[in-house]
T-cell receptor, first 114, second 112 residues
Framework: GNSVTQMEGPVTLSEEAFLTINCTYT??????LFWYVQYPGEGLQLLLKATKADDKGSNKGFEATYRKETTSFHLEKGSVQVSDSAVYFCALRISSGSARQLTFGSGTQLTVLP | EAQVTQNPRYLITVTGKKLTVTCSQNMNHEYMSWYRQDPGLGLRQIYYSMNVEVTDKGDVPEGYKVSRKEKRNFPLILESPSPNQTSLYFC???????????FGPGTRLTVT
């Protein structure tokens, strides 16, 4: 089956620190990969995506590269801000048949301190 | 503005009392889904729908029902809620040619 494994949180960083949140996956088929962000009290928002190997998704200073050889999609940001405090979810989707289901990781809570 | 709306946002109920959580989207999307979010488990899909009158089970469908009589609406029904259905529920929708799912703001349900 399909699954996503994220590094366990919570992660606490100081402002301007470098962020890495690890994500690895197993999939039957060729997945598209996503990072979603959930700010306190809100629903999930798409942060970035990559649909094929070696694609790099980027948005708001965050980046992630689709690595087929290591089945990974690690999220990085060079300098985090307090406003980046949120829960981050890695996800994949196999567009097989008509299911188009998203499979999520368990989420990583990030807290950035001033 | 493209959006997915859910109601109610918060609900406290008792075991066995039937309830419905509504979900509506204004983007004419074919696909809609319901997820529950629990600590340490991420989001798990309950049911999904590919179009009007077409629904199928996700990973955790037990204790839930859905219907899709109109393209824009996808209500989640708990016929006899139990405490293990206490959770945060999200509705989502997306179109055939888009990679992005749009999520509603969530419904926090507590069953006592």
């Amino acid at each position: 089956g399909n699954s996503v494994t994220q590094m366990e949180g919570p992660v606490t960083l100081s402002e301007e620190a470098f962020l890495t949140i690890n994500c690895t996956y197993t999939a039957t088929g060729y997945p598209s990969l996503f990072w979603y962000v959930q700010y306190p009290g809100e629903g999930l928002q798409l942060l970035l995506k990559a649909t094929k190997a070696d694609d790099k998704g980027s948005n708001k200073g965050f980046e992630a590269t689709y690595r087929k050889e290591t089945t990974s999609f690690h999220l990085e940001k060079g300098s985090v801000q307090v406003s980046d405090s949120a829960v981050y979810f890695c996800a994949l989707r196999i567009s097989s048949g008509s299911a188009r289901q998203l499979t999520f990781g368990s989420g990583t809570q990030l807290t950035v301190l001033p | 503005e493209a959006q997915v709306t859910q109601n109610p946002r918060y609900l406290i109920t008792v075991t066995g009392k039937k309830l419905t959580v509504t979900c509506s989207q204004n983007m004419n999307h074919e696909y809609m889904s319901w997820y529950r979010q629990d600590p340490g488990l991420g989001l798990r899909q309950i049911y999904y729908s590919m179009n009007v009158e077409v629904t199928d089970k996700g990973d955790v469908p037990e204790g839930y029902k859905v219907s899709r009589k109109e393209k824009r609406n996808f209500p989640l029904i708990l016929e006899s809620p139990s405490p293990n259905q206490t959770s945060l529920y999200f509705c989502a929708s997306y179109g055939t040619h888009l990679h992005e799912q749009y999520f509603g703001p969530g419904t926090r349900l507590t069953v006592t």
